[in-house]
């Protein structure tokens, strides 16, 4: 099964901020979230409290992607960002 990703617009602005080191791992990281947003290398994880209902996957040691099932085969990207702060 492979999922329809929606990009969000902050989304959007944080990729453009990002560095350019971590640009080609987001790139593969998409390509496995697109088939498959559970697969080990992800470190897929459901959040709870105020972020109930939202998933988040690693992008490095640092950087977390925050995504939400919009139904069982559409991803709504939501945030990206270092890890003390995407959280905010």
């Known amino acids: 099964m492979t999922y329809k990703l929606i990009l969000g617009s902050r989304f959007l602005k944080s990729v453009e901020r990002l560095d350019n080191h971590l640009k080609p791992k987001l790139k593969s990281s998409l390509d496995i979230l697109f088939k498959n947003p559970f697969h080990p290398t992800l470190h897929?994880?459901?959040?709870?409290?105020?972020?109930?209902?939202?998933?988040?996957?690693?992008?490095g040691r640092d950087?977390?992607?925050?995504?939400?099932?919009l139904s069982p085969e559409k991803i709504f990207l939501i945030d990206l960002g270092d890890r003390k702060d995407v959280y905010r």
């Open 44 to 59: 897929t994880k459901s959040l709870s409290g105020k972020f109930s209902g939202y998933h988040s996957f690693r992008l």
């Open 63 to 69: 950087y977390r992607v925050i995504f939400k099932f």
